[in-house]
């Protein structure tokens, strides 16, 4: 079946600095989709993209359809503490999810 | 709040019992979803119901079995399960199936003894 490679798969950085994660994907996705899972909570959708090359953004994060539809990246700026938790991909309408971003905010 | 109700939050059961899990959604959304999430590992997709019409079975053993009797209402029932079904079992639900714009419950955060 196809296989999300998201990484890294934990993150700790201070407040106030910016993040950076990435999905790979062995096939060719028409939908990228990025979620957030907080403890005890279920996954809650950031942001979705629909076309190669689309760039959007929600606040500070902003995530990417890569060109070769192969891959996506998200970016938070300005990190702040409710930005802890586990960041998920998503690809193919959602029905393949990656092994998540775990981030961790130093104090 | 994100409109899609589990019950209940947390279950323990015996191999030998039978237990449901119990989905439902308030967004007037025509898909639902059955995903298990385990430590370390993805997201895995159990079933998809769309119209209340079963869409697809990711190979799941016959001790989980779904059922949607419309399509606000989900239910997963569990007999004879093994302890590696131990596992939060998450319930969302979409507009039209398949458009990946996922709303999750909770979950139903399951051990089996």
């Known amino acids: 079946g196809q296989q999300l490679n998201q990484s890294p798969q934990s993150m700790f950085i201070q407040e106030g600095e910016d993040v950076s994660m990435n999905c790979t994907s062995s096939?060719?996705?028409?939908?990228w989709l990025w979620y957030k899972q907080e403890p005890g909570e279920g996954p809650v959708l950031l942001i979705a993209l629909y076309k190669a090359g689309e760039l959007t953004s929600n606040g500070r994060l902003t995530a990417q359809f890569g060109i070769t539809r192969k891959d996506s990246f998200l970016n938070i700026s300005a990190s702040i503490p409710s930005d802890v938790g586990i960041y998920f991909c998503a690809g193919q309408e959602g029905l393949t999810f990656g092994t998540g971003t775990r981030l961790t905010i130093i104090p | 709040e994100t409109g899609v109700t589990q019950t209940p939050r947390h279950l323990v059961m015996g191999m030998t019992n039978k237990k449901s899990l119990k989905c439902e959604q308030h967004l007037g959304h025509n898909a639902m979803y059955w995903y298990k999430q385990s430590a370390k590992k993805p997201l895995e997709l159990m079933f998809v119901y769309n119209f209340k019409e079963q869409t697809e079975n990711n190979s799941v053993p016959s001790r989980f079995s779904p059922e949607c009797p419309n399509s606000s209402h989900l239910f997963l029932h569990l007999h004879t399960l093994q302890p590696e079904d131990s596992a939060l079992y998450l319930c969302?639900?979409?507009?039209?199936?398949?458009?990946?714009?996922?709303?999750f419950g909770e979950g139903s955060r399951l051990t089996v003894l």
């Open positions: 096939s060719i996705f028409n939908t």
């Open positions: 969302a639900s979409s507009q039209r199936v398949n458009t990946g714009e996922l709303f």
